[in-house]
Each structure stands twice: as C-alpha cells, then as structure tokens.
C-alpha cells in the first residue's frame, strides 16, 4: 500500500479480554517496528522484525504480549488479559531493511491504534 | 545504554518567530543518526530533519534547522518563521548506526510545541 496501515484505529476492551492489533506495512519493507506510546511519554521500543522473524523480545513488557509477521508483510501485535496499563498508543513503522531507515525512504509509521483497557 | 532526554515539556511561540527545541541524548557510541519528528493529533510521527553524526553541518530543511553539539551530545531543533501548521508534539529521536544494530529509534518524551496567532 502507498503507507503504513494499522487496525483499528480505536479499540476499547474490558480487562481480562484478548486484544489483536494489526499493522500492514508499506509493500516491499522487510523490516518493521513496533512501538507503544504511553500517556505523557515519548514512544518506547516493543519488537522488530526483519522479514518474518523477530530475532529479540526482550522488549515485549511482559509475557501477556506477543507478535508475529506472516509472509514478511501484515504483522500482528497480541495482548492477552489485558490490564489498564496497557492503555496506550501502538504505533508500527516499517522501513525497507534495518539499516536503511536513515536512507530517502526512512521510517514510515502508520496513525497507530489507540488502545483503552476499562 | 542510549537515552534522549528532552527537558521542555510544553513550549509556546508566537507566529513569525522563531523557537528552540532542546534534547540531549547519551550513548557510547560514535557512529549514529539523530532525528526530530513531528506528530500532529493525527498520531502519524512525520520526520522533520535528520543528522548523522559523522557530519559537523548542521543539517537544514527550509525553517527547520538543527545545531549539533557532538561533543556536548545535543542535538537542538531550530524552527524559524513559525506557522500555525507548526504546532504539535515534537520527539528527538537516537538511531545507532552499526553492523549489529536492531535500527530501532530511541525517543524522548517529547515537546509540546504551541503556536499563538
């Protein structure tokens, strides 16, 4: 697609429940990031993937998150038994390979979805 | 660790004039990439300028303009004739620049920019 496409844009959820976030990146970027964005704070580092695979999770917060990225396109960010500190903005950006971000093409981030745990 | 610290929560210009955004940042590294982006209520980060660290100019884009200190490790944005369009959350951004590097952007918490008619 011609940019970052993430979904849905909104999403309110009761505690306890099962989030998926989706983010569709542009077509032929094989790296792809995925940030959170809390109330008041700049955006913090959650996991990247080169292609499909996602070689470090350290930064996922706990084990309630998850994510994976089929056909080196549309990845998916997991929450389960989602608690109200997970409220925040997710962000996805994709880039054409790891170290081309700071290239002509850059990061190109998707409007994030906006997640709110009741 | 990489850190980027943006020390000016809120800051407030008038149109036409010109502001200074601060961000200081700390890594150990001597090769790397600074960035300040911009993200309107739309929550889109858009990318405002970019420097490499390896360049002693000061990169520019139009208004934009940025006064890098490598030594002092800061990384200032400078935003000239101030439009109204200009108003929103601006981040510092740090992106190590090596072989084995995630490429994953380090953020600041950000500056509220607002811009008064």
Known sequence: GAGVSQSPSNKVTEKGKDVELRCDPISGHTALYWYRQSLGQGLEFLIYFQGNSAPDKSGLPSDRFSAERTGGSVSTLTIQRTQQEDSAVYLCASSLALLTGVTNYGYTFGSGTRLTVV | ?117
Do not use: H
């Open chain 2, 1 to 117: 660790a990489q850190t980027v610290t943006q020390s000016q929560p809120e800051m407030s210009v008038q149109e036409a004039e010109t502001v200074t955004l601060s961000c200081t940042y700390d890594t150990s590294e001597s090769d790397y990439y600074l960035f300040w982006y911009k993200q309107p209520p739309s929550r889109q980060m858009i990318l405002v300028i970019r420097q490499e660290a390896y360049k002693q100019q000061n990169a520019t884009e139009n208004r934009f303009s940025v006064n890098f200190q490598k030594a002092a490790k800061s990384f200032s944005l400078k935003i000239s004739d101030s439009q109204l369009g200009d108003a929103a959350m601006y981040f510092c951004a740090y992106r190590a620049n090596y072989g084995g590097s995630q490429g994953n952007l380090i953020f600041g918490k950000g500056t509220k920019l607002s811009v008064k008619p």
